[in-house]
Nanobody, 124 residues
Framework: QVQLVESGGGLVQPGGSLRLSCVAP????????TGWFRQAPGKEREGVLC????????YYADSVKGRFTVSRGNAKNTVYLQMNSLKPEDTAVYYC?????????????????WGQGTQVTVSS
C-alpha cells in the first residue's frame, strides 16, 4: 500500500503562487509516474500535469501551460507542483496520484494510489 500526503494549499490572491508537495512515506516516487489532478466544486476530477519516471512532464490541462510546473525533490519520495500566476478558475482540491507505472496518463482510472487532497483557493 502506498500512502500519499499533499500539502501546501491555501488561500492566495490572483496572480500569486503556491507550491504543493506530494510526499510518499517509505515509497520512492522516483521510479514511477506521479500525476496531479484537481477537482473544482461541481466538476469532475481532471488531470493537470504529470511527471514520468525519467523526469519528463506532460500537461493535461491547457489552461495551466506556462504557469504550472512539476518537479521532483531531492528526497526520492517527494514531487512538487509549482503554481504561478494563479487565477480564480484554478480554485479546486488538488490531488497527487501514482501507480507502479513509469509513463504518464491523464486518466484517473489508471492511478491506484491517491492522496487526501489539498484545497487551493484563488480569490481577492
Amino acid at each position: 500500500q502506498v500512502q500519499l500526503v499533499e500539502s501546501g494549499g491555501g488561500l492566495v490572491q490572483p496572480g500569486g503562487s503556491l507550491r504543493l508537495s506530494c510526499v510518499a512515506p517509505g515509497f520512492s516516487l522516483d521510479y514511477y509516474a506521479t500525476g496531479w489532478f484537481r477537482q473544482a466544486p461541481g466538476k469532475e476530477r481532471e488531470g493537470v500535469l504529470c511527471i514520468d519516471s525519467s523526469g519528463g512532464s506532460t500537461y493535461y490541462a491547457d489552461s495551466v501551460k506556462g504557469r504550472f510546473t512539476v518537479s521532483r525533490g531531492n528526497a526520492k519520495n517527494t514531487v512538487y507542483l509549482q503554481m504561478n500566476s494563479l487565477k480564480p478558475e484554478d480554485t479546486a482540491v488538488y490531488y497527487c496520484a501514482t501507480d507502479r507505472r513509469h509513463y504518464c496518463s491523464g486518466q484517473r482510472e489508471l492511478y491506484g494510489y491517491w492522496g487526501q487532497g489539498t484545497q487551493v483557493t484563488v480569490s481577492s
